[in-house]
């Protein structure tokens, strides 16, 4: 309630000898009284013993008397719990002898709780304290402002047991209020209020949006928002709103809302969290000529060192492009990664692979290689760009769509299905398929292995792996091998059989029983 101007001149409570005041966490503003020649000075002038004011918050009282002085009650009999005087522009207390902030003076039996006060107090005389004037009566879990009050004191006369100073600072800290219920009956945003009742504040909760970023080694986001449970006033809703993730880092991340706060007729705000995708940034490694991964942490116009690939591919937060404007790439130093990051090698002309790359371990990674970029169809001074593995080179991919190829600007991007084991390679089917580790065939040698049909157009990419100890007993069957048939415009490439034993009757090989397509960079030991 605003009092000012809803009452009479200088209207107070005379003795109040009710059982009780119960203020419903209500506050009452703007109350004003200018009496300087009287004694027994507040909102109540006396509180009898065997009544109570509870629940009630004072809010710019200003108070002008002579002797036993407080915003609240002048001279205290009863039982004061869970109130507050407090100043947001004007408020203040002062007078001559026995002056508090929320109580002049606390009489024999009389008691308060949980209360405190934190307006300006002042006074000419003796007994002038930021919370009571004079006590001899008992206070528990109360507290004043020492910059707020201006005193240095709770209690100037008396017992001081039960009663703390606090700076402005502390003053907005619910740790520092012990003893206070913030369960059920206060509530507090620490950093920006002083302890508020929360009985008539209303709740209202804020459900954050969910979003994506780019990482930017920050875990703030400017682009949040969020729905309120109910139409609010804004007015009433303070502060300014600030959105951050649980970790900075690329990767799923729990988004959660502070900044926001209200006053003691706003809102009690609580928060449901949101889901950021925090999505990993792009660092390119750039020559206008071949471009090389080499050994050691430089990084120029010609190359980049595994040190320096490793300090981005390796952290997480970003896809690498190691791209050739004018010319090949090459790798000729060993690159590993494990957090699910992407690593593309991009050339104007072709790509040389001279050491192993891997990205098994861990969360994995992917691998993608763009080659013949330096035309739209991949075709450069009439010879058609490729990519080669050196001999005895691997690429270690986890299972699943890790490894594409792209042929040329304007060319379709060829995802392939990476398989590494041979329940995989039984069902591999007719799609683009990769090995991304060497496989273990020697079961095949009690079970029945069926030939593979490689599909028109598709392509089957050892990654330099191997295939071991593959048995294939199909004694009456023509097209016999791993693959039965190879298609036109199919590939296989870059592929090892170790030790296999293949029987069939017509069109029979280690590699395919007849291949209309393209085999390269394979070999095959064993019995055929």
């Known amino acids: 309630i605003d009092m000012d101007n809803k009452l009479a001149a200088n209207f107070y409570f005379d003795t109040f000898s009710a059982a009780e005041f119960n203020g419903g966490g209500h506050v009452l503003r703007n109350f004003k009284l200018d009496l300087p020649t009287n004694d027994n000075l507040g909102l109540f002038s006396v509180l009898a013993a065997g009544s109570s004011i509870k629940d009630l918050g004072l809010v710019d009282a200003l108070v002008k008397g002579r002797n036993v002085v407080g915003a609240l009650v002048g001279t205290n009999n009863g039982i004061i719990s869970n109130s507050y005087a407090t100043r947001s522009v004007k408020g203040s207390v002062s007078g001559v002898d026995s002056v508090g902030g929320l109580v002049g003076a606390n009489r024999d039996v009389a008691a308060i709780s949980k209360s405190y006060a934190s307006g300006l107090v002042s006074g000419t005389g003796q007994n002038v304290a930021g919370l009571v004037g004079s006590n001899n009566a008992f206070i528990t879990a109360s507290y004043w402002s020492i910059e707020g009050t201006h005193q240095s004191t709770g209690v100037s006369d008396g017992n001081t047991d039960g009663v703390s100073g606090l700076t402005e600072e502390n003053f907005k800290q619910s740790s520092q209020f012990s003893g206070f219920d913030f369960a059920n009956t206060w509530v507090q945003y620490d ?13 209202l909760t804020l459900s954050i949006a969910s979003g994506s970023k780019t990482y930017d080694g920050s875990a703030e986001w400017a682009g949040g928002s969020y729905t309120p449970s109910m139409a609010v006033d804004a007015s009433k809703l303070l502060g300014t709103a600030r959105y951050t993730a649980d970790s900075k880092d690329a990767g799923s991340r729990t988004l959660s809302l502070s900044g926001l706060y ?21 660092k390119t490694f750039t020559g206008s000529g071949s471009y090389s991964v080499v050994a050691g942490s430089q990084e120029d116009s010609t190359s980049v060192g595994t040190g320096k690939l490793n300090e981005f591919l390796g952290s ?46 861990g969360s994995g990674g992917k691998l993608v290689l763009q080659y013949g970029q330096g035309s739209s169809d991949g075709s450069i001074g009439g010879v058609v760009a490729d990519y080669t593995l050196a001999k005895g080179v691997k690429v270690n991919l986890q299972a699943g769509q890790n490894f594409s190829t792209l042929l040329g600007s304007s060319g379709t991007q060829r995802n392939y299905n990476v398989i590494t ?21 020697s079961d095949t040698a009690g079970t029945n292995f069926n030939p593979l049909s490689l599909g028109y157009g ?8 191997s295939i071991s100890e593959l048995t294939i007993s199909q004694p009456n069957s023509d097209n016999v091998g791993l693959f039965s048939k190879v298609q036109a415009l199919s590939r296989v490439r870059d592929l090892g059989l170790v030790d296999v034993n293949i029987t069939g009757q017509n069109a029979v090989g280690a590699l395919a029983g007849k291949s209309s397509g393209i085999i390269s960079n394979s070999y095959a030991t064993g019995a055929v």
């Open 262 to 282: 209200s006053g003691q007729d706003g809102y009690i705000i609580s928060y449901q969290t949101g889901a950021l995708t925090i999505n990993k940034a792009l």
């Open 421 to 441: 084991s041979l329940a995989e390679l039984r069902s591999s089917g007719v799609s683009d398929v990769a090995l991304g580790a060497d496989i273990d065939a």
């Open 458 to 465: 598709k392509n089957f990419d050892g990654l330099g792996h």
């Open 316 to 361: 997480g937060n970003y896809d690498v492009t190691v791209s050739s404007t004018g010319g090949n790439v090459y790798v000729n130093d060993s690159v590993s990664w494990n957090n699910g990051a992407t690593l593309t090698l991009n050339a104007h002309n072709n790509i040389y692979i001279n050491k192993n790359i891997d990205a098994s371990g």
């Open 191 to 203: 950093g920006y209020t002083a302890p508020l009742l929360r009985s008539f504040m209303k709740t």
